[in-house]
């Protein structure tokens, strides 16, 4: 049995502060520095992580690896599961054409750029951050924004912009699943906390957006429309993260706000011109709707009973670990949730697409076969990243570190979202930040008297506003623009952007630490 430590180097927090972030550290040399690939940073930063568990920490060398080993079945289930399954939904309607017919009827709602950049970056983009994450929607926001006549650095620029307010419930909420997992807060409460604070965030966007297409008479002129697309997708966003699915908050949102602009296009129109949805528009959108009904159902009982009753908990073999207090660590626990899991629930509706769109099994079989060949680097970072996330976790690394950051007080709810920005700007992930730093924040936030659901979901909140400025989504965005070195002009563009934005959300988080809305907190 491993008993944590959090004082481990001459009883001094601080002295044990300098070895708890070597693991960190290393990770964002390597990243942000050297420009490693990132599934090798995290194995380094992995091994650093588990010399300075055993070395300072005192723990023994098997359980150590123990709990890398568990942090790395986390990350292939559920985590690598539902990102495999939503992207290979996305691969069959690119084989098919389905995601090109898609794209012809987004294009075709209206002429007016600012009108496309607010359907393209910021409501199907979204829509595609609800499946995929990890980059895919920027890389194909920017290429349909090209197609429609933008010029590459606005395209870019306009598409990383765009992927902020989705990102937190990205890969059906992948971001929330992983927070949930390391720190054992409870999915629904985190899902809910973050979508009370990102809507803030979602009514600013569009706004943000089409001043960078047009400066000050786009936002005169265009306003109404992108502060509907905004509003739209911030009730939706609120509503289905606290009363329906925190997995659906991307779709059911980018759809609201997607038919809110369609709405208003229509409208503007005069009546001869009005044309109805092509059948085919129609068709494309199948799979979303089938994720919708799917995912719904899922959530609610009498089927959410009978899925939670067939979901199995167990210890992980030879893991024996307690925190300082005596207490078992919750990720100490593995859950096998074969049938729950979203990932198993998005199988089941990429079969439904095969039928809707009658898709031949060939065609879905190759389909699934490159997503694996293509998301095999991204499943080795997500593995090894977690594995340095409960190492550092189950070692009381990060519990450390907590402890010494907690000094700030109640300040530490103004601070936490900036933790999180850090995180994701160089790991370029809000998944891998908040494995990384959720129980950080959590640790944090008991210290100083704070609520932990509000600190861990300001990790997320505040974390969405550096995609934009990540290594891995400038090389994504820059490459899909055919901008090679050009990156660090592409970052100049949205750096303030990245800077206003995060400072709007740290204010806040804070806020809802205080009695001013306080209440806002579940």
């Known amino acids: 049995m491993y008993q944590q430590v959090h004082d481990p180097a001459g009883g001094s927090l601080g002295l044990s502060t300098l ?14 520095g050297l420009r490693l690939r990132a599934y090798r940073a995290c194995l380094i930063a992995l091994a650093v992580a588990v010399t300075v568990a055993i070395a300072v920490y005192g723990m023994p060398a098997g359980q150590a690896l123990n709990s890398a080993a568990a942090g790395a079945a986390f990350g292939l289930f559920p985590i690598a599961w539902i990102l495999v399954n939503a992207v290979w939904i996305y691969r069959m309607t690119v084989a098919t054409g389905h995601f090109r017919t898609l794209r012809r009827g987004v294009g075709a709602v209206s002429g007016d750029q600012r009108i496309q950049a607010l359907i393209v970056a910021f409501a199907f983009g979204a829509l595609l951050e609800a499946l995929t994450g990890f980059g895919t929607p920027v890389a194909i926001t920017v290429g349909m924004l090209i197609a429609l006549g933008f010029e590459p650095l606005m395209a870019a620029g ?11 419930f990205g890969g059906i909420g992948t971001p929330i699943i992983t927070l949930s997992g390391v720190t054992g807060l409870s999915e629904r409460d985190l899902g809910a906390m973050v979508g009370r604070q990102l809507p803030f965030l979602a009514v600013l ?35 289905t993260s606290n009363y329906i699915s925190f997995q659906l908050t991307d779709v059911v949102a980018s759809l609201a706000s997607l038919g809110a602009i369609v709405g208003y296009v229509r409208l503007r129109r005069p009546a001869a011109t009005r044309r109805g949805l092509p059948r085919e528009t129609i068709e494309a959108l199948a799979p979303y709707l089938i994720l919708i009904v799917v995912l719904t159902l899922a959530q609610m009982d009498p089927v959410k009973s009978f899925l939670a009753e067939r979901t199995e908990s167990f210890q992980w073999p030879g893991l024996e670990v307690t925190s300082a207090d005596g207490r078992e660590p919750a990720a100490a626990t593995f859950t096998l949730n074969w049938l729950a899991t979203t990932g198993t629930q998005l199988l089941l509706c990429g079969l439904l697409t095969m039928l809707a769109l009658r898709i031949r099994p060939g065609v879905a079989l190759r389909a699934y076969g490159e997503t694996l060949v293509r998301l095999r680097a991204a499943i080795a970072t997500i593995m090894t990243v977690l594995a340095l996330a409960y190492v550092m976790n189950l070692s009381g690394q990060t519990v450390t570190i907590g402890l010494w950051a907690a000094g700030a007080g109640g300040m530490f709810a103004l601070i936490s979202p900036l933790i999180g920005w850090l995180g994701v700007a160089i790991t370029g992930s809000v998944t891998a930040s908040n494995s990384l730093l959720g129980e950080l924040q959590v640790a944090a936030a008991h210290k100083a008297g704070l609520s932990p659901t509000l600190v861990a979901a300001g990790n997320s909140t505040g974390g969405v506003l550096a995609k934009m400025l990540s290594p891995q989504h400038l090389a994504i965005a820059a490459a899909a623009a055919a901008m090679a070195d050009r990156e660090g002009d592409l970052m100049r563009s949205v750096f303030k952007w990245s800077i206003a934005l995060v400072a709007i959300m740290c204010v806040i988080v804070y806020l809802q630490s205080t009695a001013v809305l306080s209440w806002m907190v579940p």
């Open 158 to 168: 306009v598409a990383l912009i765009g992927n902020t307010a989705p990102a937190a």
């Open 205 to 239: 966007v569009p706004l943000v957006i089409v001043y960078i297409v047009d400066g000050r008479r786009g936002l005169r002129e265009t306003w109404p429309v992108a502060l509907l697309a905004g509003s739209a997708f911030a009730v939706a966003q609120f509503v």
């Open 19 to 32: 070895f708890a972030v070597l693991p960190l550290v290393t990770l964002f040399v390597l990243l942000a």
